[in-house]
């Protein structure tokens, strides 16, 4: 598996169903996931790790870190319909490679998650619909484990900065992106709309 076969297998996961704007479900573009999560691989953060996938959705980043050798992922997510697309694009995915892959799907806030993990990947809600909801992923994040990689609008970096200086971590790495956000709900105005999206990896000092 190299990084281009991972973005083409995870270009072909279901997307939700129905989305539900409050929670800001937009799926993370496969090229953007496989780019980091080829990328946390070669710095030895996802082979026999055990990992969270905070706010899930449809599964893309956990399941590209089982295909990538994690030991096993948490799926957490408070939407019921997220998680069952996740389960079946877990059930695509071990068909397309043969292969079965350890997982657990959690039906819950985010906040009642208390599991210590190796490493967090997320992708949480920006905050647009509901303020503050993109700092309680990385407080949450915090709490769990000494790596994360979290996605963030790049207009936010002074805030992802401090909270990470103020709770004893260190920025390693920023990845920046041009995120597709997809027309999806009545108010978007174009087929695809781009937003200045950044991925940082933390680590715990």
Same mark, same amino acid.
């Given at each position: 598996?190299?990084? %281009?076969?991972?973005s083409?297998?995870?270009? %072909?996961? !279901?997307?939700?169903?129905?989305?539900?704007?409050?929670?800001?479900?937009? *799926?993370?573009?496969?090229?953007?996931?496989?780019?980091?999560?080829?990328?946390?691989?070669?710095?030895?953060?996802?082979?026999? $790790?055990?990992?969270?996938?905070?706010?899930?959705?449809?599964?893309?980043?956990?399941?590209?870190a089982?295909?990538?050798?994690?030991?096993?992922?948490?799926?957490?997510?408070?939407?019921?319909?997220?998680?069952?697309v996740?389960?079946?694009?877990?059930?695509?995915?071990?068909?397309?490679? /043969?292969? @079965?892959?350890?997982?657990? #799907?959690? &039906?819950?806030?985010?906040?009642? #998650? @208390?599991?210590?993990? /190796?490493?967090?990947?997320?992708? *949480?809600? #920006?905050?647009?619909? @509901?303020? &503050?909801?993109?700092k309680?992923?990385?407080?949450?994040?915090?709490?769990?484990? *000494?790596?994360?990689?979290?996605?963030?609008?790049? !207009?936010?970096? %002074?805030f992802?900065?401090?909270?990470?200086?103020?709770?004893?971590?260190?920025?390693?790495?920023k990845?920046a992106?041009?995120? *597709?956000?997809? $027309?999806? #709900?009545?108010?978007?105005?174009?087929?695809? &709309?781009?937003?200045?999206?950044?991925?940082?990896?933390?680590?715990?000092?």
């Amino acid at each position: 598996m190299n990084k %281009k076969q991972l973005s083409i297998l995870l270009s %072909k996961l !279901s997307n939700f169903e129905k989305q539900d704007v409050k929670l800001e479900q937009y *799926p993370t573009d496969s090229n953007i996931a496989a780019e980091v999560l080829w990328d946390a691989y070669l710095k030895e953060d996802i082979k026999d $790790k055990l990992i969270a996938d905070l706010g899930c959705g449809q599964g893309i980043l956990g399941l590209g870190a089982l295909i990538l050798g994690a030991k096993k992922v948490i799926f957490v997510d408070i939407d019921k319909n997220a998680l069952e697309v996740a389960k079946k694009n877990k059930a695509f995915i071990e068909s397309e490679l /043969n292969q @079965k892959y350890n997982a657990m #799907f959690l &039906h819950e806030n985010v906040q009642n #998650f @208390k599991r210590k993990v /190796n490493v967090i990947l997320q992708n *949480p809600p #920006f905050g647009v619909q @509901k303020n &503050h909801m993109d700092k309680l992923f990385l407080l949450k994040s915090m709490e769990l484990a *000494p790596v994360i990689y979290t996605f963030h609008k790049i !207009s936010t970096e %002074k805030f992802v900065r401090k909270i990470t200086l103020d709770y004893g971590y260190k920025i390693k790495q920023k990845y920046a992106f041009k995120f *597709p956000l997809k $027309k999806t #709900f009545w108010f978007h105005m174009k087929s695809i &709309h781009y937003i200045d999206v950044g991925c940082w990896r933390l680590v715990k000092i």
